[in-house]
C-alpha cells in the first residue's frame, strides 16, 4: 500500500488550499487515515484523520478552518484547508494511524503574511 499527498503550493494569509492523498492498494488494513505535520524538534504527529466510514477528528489549531473527506470509490481523502495561517507552513503528509514504514514524498504547504 501506498500513500501520495499532493495538492501543495504558496499561498497569502487567509487563502486556501486543498490537499489531496491517493492510495494505492489495498485499503481494508488503512483506519484511520491522516495528515501530518512535523512538529519541531518532534516526530510527524497527525493534527486530523477519517475513518473509514468517514468520521472525521480534528485537532484544535485546525478545528473550524480544516476540513478533511474521503472519496472511497476512488481512494481518495482531500483535506480542504481555509483561513491559512503562516504557523500552517509545512511538509504536508498523509498515512495511516499508526503510519506505515513509506512515508511518500509529502507536499510543501507555504503560507505568506
Known amino acids: 500500500v501506498q500513500l501520495q499527498a499532493s495538492g501543495g503550493g504558496l499561498v497569502q494569509a487567509g487563502g486556501s488550499l486543498r490537499l489531496s492523498c491517493v492510495i494505492s492498494g489495498s485499503t481494508t488494513s488503512l483506519n484511520p487515515i491522516g495528515w501530518y505535520r512535523q512538529v519541531p524538534g518532534k516526530q510527524r504527529e497527525p493534527f486530523v484523520s477519517i475513518s473509514i466510514g468517514g468520521v472525521p477528528n480534528y485537532g484544535d489549531s485546525v478545528k473550524g478552518r480544516f476540513t478533511i473527506s474521503r472519496e472511497g470509490a476512488k481512494n481518495v481523502v482531500y483535506l480542504q484547508m481555509n483561513s491559512l495561517k503562516p504557523e500552517d507552513t509545512d511538509v504536508y503528509y498523509c498515512?495511516?494511524?499508526?503510519?506505515?514504514?513509506?512515508w511518500g514524498q509529502g507536499t510543501q504547504v507555504t503560507v505568506s503574511s
Open positions: 498515512n495511516s494511524i499508526p503510519p506505515l514504514t513509506d
